[in-house]
């Protein structure tokens, strides 16, 4: 069983670390994550910028260079950063923009149109929403319109999950993440997700799992094994994911 985790963080406190909301993550570096999944097959993943990293940069790229080239970055930029700094990011592993509309610290949506389309004409990079899908309607018609995105875990909530449905059906992209903090019935969500668009789940480990209610654990990735077929199986622990961040 091969696994791509498309979404982990590393928090090394050599570098900064701003408090957000009130929280300051724990330490999590690459020994770290090496550590707790050395059990799973993990043969690439993706690093994701939280909103307690806020625009820097150093951590990632020196995290990607212990990773390996199996695994990139995906990252948070101010909508005023240079080409030549999204080149230099591209270069180092970054494969990916992402907007933290849960949580802050990122580019706020207003500038989701203009952003998403730069990156993605300069460098191919595809651009990751965290917010609670019960919010998508607001821009559900700037998303249609998006050359590639991904939303992470689920999309939060049960109030969200039909909306976030109409988009996989157009091609969004969906982290199968974060179970220990949802507010749905993630079975149902898997499901649903999986047989309005079989190319959309991308399973992730979440580690390690800031403020979740509940950490990932090995029964998330047993629960997915439960519910799909083989193929299907594939597909969602490693294939979906290998395919949008390696294209």
């Known amino acids: 069983m091969r696994i791509f985790d498309a979404h982990f963080h590393i928090i090394d406190f050599d570098f900064s670390i701003i408090e957000n909301q009130g929280y300051l993550p724990p330490s999590y570096v690459v020994e770290d994550y ?51 700094e999204i080149l230099h990011l591209n270069k180092n592993g970054v494969k990916a923009l992402r907007f933290n509309i849960k949580r802050g610290g990122s580019e706020d949506l207003s500038k989701l149109d203009y952003f998403a389309r730069r990156v993605y004409d300069l460098v191919g990079w595809h651009s990751e929403l965290y917010i609670d899908a019960k919010e998508l309607p607001e821009i559900t018609s700037t998303i249609e319109k998006l050359p590639a995105i991904s939303i992470d875990h689920l999309g939060l909530s049960e109030e969200g999950l039909p909306h976030l449905l109409k988009l996989v059906d157009k091609g969004v992209h969906v982290k199968a993440t974060g179970f220990g903090r949802v507010e749905l019935d993630v079975k149902d969500a898997l499901k649903s997700i999986y047989e309005t668009n079989p190319d959309a789940l991308m399973f992730g480990t979440d580690l390690p799992s800031t403020r979740a209610k509940r950490p990932f654990e090995y029964g998330d990735i047993e629960l997915i094994q439960q519910l799909f077929d083989e193929q299907a199986i594939g597909k969602i622990l490693y294939t979906n994911a290998f395919k949008w961040y390696f294209k």
């Open 34 to 84: 090496q550590r707790e999944t050395a059990d799973l097959n993990v043969l690439g993943g993706a690093i994701v910028s939280g909103s307690f990293q806020g625009f820097d940069q150093a951590y990632l790229v020196k995290a990607l260079k212990q990773m390996g080239p199996t695994f990139c970055g995906v990252t948070q930029l101010p909508f005023t950063v240079t080409d030549e």
